[in-house]
Each structure stands twice: as C-alpha cells, then as structure tokens.
C-alpha cells in the first residue's frame, strides 16, 4: 500500500480540497449557520464507505467536507453569536497544515529544540502581556482550558503538599478546599474530581447581583472552614464568565489568597485576551497570581484544542510532573532545556504553539488588539441596537457577552426557549440562553472577528421579527 499516494494524486486532492474548503472560508453565507438534524441523512452519511475494501481518497475526503459543512454548527460564519468558538484565522489554519506535513514531536527538548524554544518564547511573550515578570514565568500549552485549569488545580494541590506526588493525597491529613464562585465553569469541578480531591472540595461562592463572586461570603467560607478542620487551597477567580461575562474581583482575591496563603488561579479561558484592550483595567491582580488560564482557542481565534497555562511559579509544573525514564532521549547538552513530557499532563505532543505563533508573528500585538477591540465594539453596538428596539440587557459586562430579554415575553422561560430554537432553527443565526438571577435570558457573544455591525443589525430584526410572532401567543 502506497500510503504516500503518488504526487499526481496528492496534487488533485490539494487542489479539489482547498478550493472546496477556500470556498465556504471565503463566503461564509455559503453555509446554513445551523441545520435542523436530520438523524437518518447523517447516519447515511456516517456509514457511506466501509473499510472492506479502499475508496478513492478524493471521494472520502470531499464526502466528509461536505457532512462537515451539512451537519455541524457554523463558528465560522458571522451571524454565529455563540459560545466562544471563533473562526480561526488563516496563519493558525496553516499551523495545522505545517503541524500534520512535518509531525513534529514535542515531548523531548531534544526531538524538536526549534519547537520547544518557539513554544517557550511565546509562552514568556504572552506571560509579560499578564504582568508577570520575566524571569518568573513559565508555562505549559494545554489542549483546552479544562485541562489548563487541571494542571492549575494538581500545581496548587502540589505546591502544598509536596507528598502528594509521591503517596497520592490519601496520606493529606485535612481535607483541601477550592473556591470559586457559582458562575465559575463546572472544569473546576471535573479538575477536582480527576485529582482525586471529589465534587464537594469544590466550594462555590455565592455572587452578587453583578454576577462577581461576593468577597464577604468567601471570606467567611475561609474562616468557618479553616474552623471546621478543612484545608484552604486554592481560589479560582473568573476573568470573564462563561454565562454573562462577568470579571471577578482579582485584587481582592489576591489579597485574601495572601492573607490566608493560598493559591490564587484566573480562569481566564474567554475573557483574558481583552488584556491586550481598553479594558486591561479590569484585570488588576492577575500581575500577581500563581497561574492562569488562557483559551486561545476562544477571543485568540486558533483551531481547536489550543490553550495555554501560565504560571509565575517556575519549579511547580516540574515538582508535578517529573518522572525518569530510561527510554525517553537524553537531554541536549549545552542548553538549559526543558523536556515537556515531564512539564505537563500530556507526554507526545502536538506543536500546539505554532497555531498563536504564527498570527502573532504575522499580525502582531497591534492587529490582535485591534481585532479585541472590534469584537468589544461590536458587542457595544449590539446592546445599543437591542436596547433602542426595546430589549433590556440583563448583564453587566464590558466584554462582548449581551444577555438579554424583551417584556413582551413577560419573563416567560418557554418563549425565550421558544424564540431561541426558532431562531437556531431558521438556520441564520445561532444563540444560545443563560438564566441571570433567576430570570432565563437570550445570550448571543461576539466570537467571531468578522461580525459587522450590518450582521447586528440583521440579527436584531431576527429577532424582533421572531420575538412578536411567539409574543402574540403568550397568553395574559
Ligand atoms: C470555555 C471555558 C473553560 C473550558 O475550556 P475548554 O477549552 O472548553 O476546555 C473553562 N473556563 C472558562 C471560564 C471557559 O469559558
């Protein structure tokens, strides 16, 4: 079996292929943001070639573009007011290209040195944007924010008890406790069940009506704790909320993970690109946490399964993660290098940093922050247009998150249900709801760097249009 193909072939498949691809990149409007399922199509689909016998490759791979493009919601298009998935741009589309051609293996320093220290630099690059000082950042390149904050939570779980790595925490004494607020992301709560610490080490913190973890209620959770016989950990500030946007109180969970020495973590997943925006302010005290946790698969719009963990505390990923091996390569000699296999939870790695390297090298901190900024524009074009239509915006955030509902739905959950699946249905936009203190909103987020303010004002008749139909039927 020729598993190269021969070149003839593989120069029909990058042609047929890219122009198959480039077409709906270049037009969005080409694809249905989001289709009704069809369970019956996609199985006939699914089961279209067996692997009994071969297929022609161009045949497969066009076949799949194709239920690809049919059958998935559409990040990529601009009327997508969705949940953080971006449209990636096109020097990260590349990466992955460049990534799968020459596979580099980043595990060991030695394997791929060019890799790692690129990896390396942007790690140090982006840590600075954080205010961490050079000399002290270091970092891990994770597959997506759930296991970034995993790696934050086995850090702070280490870092206290350093027997943990050799006699696993059921030698811990007292019980470690996490907070973090009931707007935080429910990874906190899967990190926690996969470090062997459960569900109920996970405190979360009421928030005010501003949806901020509530800084009394946590200080008092510490104290009655610490009472009680339980072991403070770690606090997980949100920089930006997955529901509504919200940005925790850094500066003062700063000050209270001081006072009581703990670890202080920022979710920053989402919200933390808008570090490189007008809105840097508000997130005073990250300069000063122990780690972070940075999407760039989200606002840095990179491919999928990219994501980055930040930590100002230089021997914790190794004093976490070492092992030895005598299999692995030996260390190069002269450099002071790091082999990532024993820096991180993943041993064989992708070159998952080449995906922000390359636009940021090609774009720079300047076009990223022009790009942030547009996205917050946009959001703030989109509250205004809803608001002079009559809507009331229900969240108070900067970032370009609008939850927000109408009166002629009455507070009614099931016409909001209604109206949003009646828009997703429409196949031409896509939205999705949050309920924020206790009364269910429509959410729509500006993820995508190339929504206009014409795609606004597209959407916002949508949903006028769709909002009097479903009110005419709610009944007094
Ligand atoms: C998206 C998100 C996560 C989870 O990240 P994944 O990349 O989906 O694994 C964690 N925290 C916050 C605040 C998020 O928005």
New binding site residues.
């Given amino acids: 079996m020729n598993f190269n193909l021969t070149a003839s072939k593989r120069q029909e498949i990058t042609t047929t292929v890219i122009e198959a691809l480039e077409s709906s990149y270049q037009n969005p409007d080409e694809l249905v943001v989001s289709k009704t399922l069809d369970e019956e199509r996609i199985t006939e689909m699914v089961n279209a070639f067996d692997f009994d016998q071969p297929h022609d490759t161009t045949q497969v791979i066009m076949h799949v573009i194709e239920g690809l493009k049919e059958h998935a919601v559409h990040s990529t298009h601009p009327s997508y007011f969705g949940l953080?998935n971006p449209r990636a741009n096109f020097p990260s589309v590349m990466a992955d290209v460049i990534n799968s051609y020459l596979n580099p293996q980043l595990a060991a320093w030695s394997h791929s040195p060019y890799a790692v220290e690129l990896e390396r630099f942007v790690i140090k690059e982006l840590g600075k944007k954080f205010g961490y000082k050079e000399q002290s950042i270091d970092g891990t390149f994770c597959t997506?924010?759930?296991?970034s904050?995993l790696t934050a939570v086995l850090s702070a779980l280490n870092k206290h008890f350093p027997e943990v790595a050799d006699e696993g925490i059921s030698g811990i004494l007292k019980r470690p406790i996490i907070y973090c607020s009931t707007e935080s992301?429910h990874?906190i709560e899967k990190a926690a069940r996969v470090a062997g610490l459960g569900k109920s080490s996970v405190k979360a913190i009421a928030v005010e009506n501003d949806l901020r973890m509530d800084m009394n209620v946590l200080q008092n959770q510490i104290k009655m704790d610490i009472g009680n016989g339980l072991y403070p950990l770690m606090i997980v500030g949100?920089a930006?909320?997955?529901g509504a946007g919200s940005i925790d109180n850094l500066e003062e969970i700063l000050r209270i993970s001081k006072e009581f020495g703990l670890w202080f973590h920022v979710?920053a997943?989402?919200g933390g690109a808008a570090i490189l925006s007008e809105l840097n302010e508000q997130f005073k005290g990250i300069e000063n946490s122990d780690s972070i946790?940075l999407?760039l698969?989200?606002w840095f719009s990179v491919p999928m399964a990219t994501?980055l963990f930040l930590t100002s505390d230089t021997s914790i990923l190794h004093n976490t993660f070492s092992v030895k091996t005598d299999y692995m390569p030996a260390d190069g000699n002269q450099v002071q290098q790091i082999d990532s296999y024993i820096h991180s939870i993943q041993w064989s790695r992708r070159f998952i940093g080449l995906r922000i390297y390359l636009p940021l090298a090609a774009f720079g901190w300047d076009g990223y922050a022009k790009t942030i900024s547009h996205q917050i524009e946009m959001g703030n074009k989109l509250r205004s247009l809803l608001e002079e239509n009559g809507w009331v915006v229900k969240n108070q955030t900067e970032l370009p998150i609008v939850c927000f509902t109408h009166p002629d739905l009455k507070g009614s959950k099931k016409a909001v249900e209604e109206l949003v699946d009646k828009l997703v249905y429409s196949g031409e936009t896509w939205l999705s709801t949050y309920p924020i203190n206790g009364e269910l909103t429509l959410r729509a987020c500006i993820t995508n760097y190339d929504t206009q303010e014409k795609d606004l004002i597209n959407f916002t008749n949508l949903l006028s249009t769709n909002k009097n139909t479903i009110a005419e039927g709610i009944c007094c």
């Fill in positions: 953080f997506g924010g759930a296991e904050n992301h990874s949100t930006g909320t997955t979710d997943a989402y946790t999407d698969h989200k994501s």
